[in-house]
């Protein structure tokens, strides 16, 4: 039997500047009002996404200005860059663990491009080791923080002992486009936001952390590309949203997240709590309808979207950080929804 693997800790990093959604819908009426015929039907988006306020690497009239693909990813790199340090630290900090203890770093990010990836550019400012082995990941977009800590637990498992440093960075805010004239760049203008997260885990015997992963595993639907994912054109990344996500979710992901749980063994009953990635409110009353949760169970994924919007990857680890400070249930399902179009899950127990 492979030793447990403890969660050791969860931290979060936020970019600079903080967009108030009240400025955000000013702004995109001055953008997009006397350019495209719909949108006075899709500004209510900015009233019903159930968001506040959204933190951005860059002011808002950078924004504004005329952008192209490199100084888009230029805005990418920096803020990620400062966000994979930030983060990092905090978890190690939290963990009791130096830079220089890390012997796996896994790195998600998909709303930008960088080679050398963010930590190899962070490393001299953190101090890891030179020994240290990569794992950056690209492209598993909203579902990376479920997917990237089961990763990190995977190979913290086959090492029993080693140092596993996982960080899920996202600048979503980097995609934000003033020549794209459809519903679902107004969406994705309505919801996203920056921001990072990061988890140390080890396995062993006598790690008692947070909590214990217990098991992980997705579920991928033939024939879906077209739901979710980027259009890469000279401008930079564009977004895709070509179906009504909330009804997929809504008719297609609990059957998806029963077969997972019924793969690692998990019955239904024994969840204590879902912690979901809050895509967006109608995404989120989705999830508790095809889930078969009480109306209003998903509270700390409001609070989350409220205070911060989507930042992708990184957001369900804020819900789990929330529930962390709150005090974890016994039984916690991790679930996310990601271009694939990927439903990703994570069974987490509390730590005796």
């Not at 024994?270 to 169970?297: N, Q, Y």
């Amino acid at each position: 039997m492979p030793p447990p693997v403890s969660l050791l800790s969860v931290a979060h990093a936020l970019p600079p500047h903080r967009l108030l959604q009240t400025e955000a819908a000013e702004a995109a009426r001055g953008i997009f009002a006397h350019r495209y015929a719909a949108f006075e039907r899709m500004a209510p988006v900015f009233t019903t996404s159930g968001i506040e306020a959204r933190h951005t690497v860059m002011p808002l009239d950078w924004y504004l200005s005329t952008l192209g693909w490199p100084e888009r990813n230029a805005a990418y790199l920096a803020g990620a860059h400062d966000l994979f340090v930030e983060a990092a630290t905090r978890a190690l900090a939290e963990a009791g663990c130096a830079a220089s203890d890390v012997d796996t770093i896994v790195t998600i990010s998909s709303t930008g491009v960088a080679t050398p990836s963010l930590e190899a550019r962070a490393a001299r400012r953190m101090g890891f080791r030179p020994d240290v082995e990569r794992v950056p990941v690209f492209g598993l977009g909203c579902a990376g923080g479920v997917s990237g800590l089961a990763l990190a637990g995977r190979l913290a498992s086959a090492r029993p002992g080693s140092t596993v440093l996982f960080v899920a960075i996202e600048i979503c805010t980097a995609a934000f486009r003033m020549d794209q004239l459809t519903p679902a760049n107004m969406v994705a203008t309505a919801l996203f936001g920056d921001g990072a997260a990061a988890c140390v885990v080890r396995a062993g015997a006598d790690e008692a952390g947070l909590a214990r992963i217990e098991g992980a595993g997705e579920h991928l639907w033939p024939d879906t590309l077209d739901i979710m994912g980027w259009k890469v054109d000279p401008t930079g990344l564009g977004v895709v949203f070509d179906r009504s996500i909330p009804p997929f979710a809504e008719q297609q992901v609990g059957p998806a997240v029963e077969g997972i749980l019924a793969r690692l063994g998990v019955a239904r009953e024994s969840i204590d709590r879902f912690a979901c990635h809050p895509g967006g409110a109608k995404v989120i009353t989705a999830l508790e309808t095809t889930l078969r949760l009480a109306p209003g169970t998903l509270d700390h994924e409001r609070e989350v979207l409220r205070q911060y919007g989507n930042m992708s990857a990184p957001t369900v680890l804020f819900v789990l950080e929330r529930l962390l400070a709150g005090g974890l249930p016994r039984r916690t399902v991790l679930t996310a929804l990601g271009p694939g179009f990927t439903c990703s899950c994570l069974s987490l127990v509390r730590a005796a």
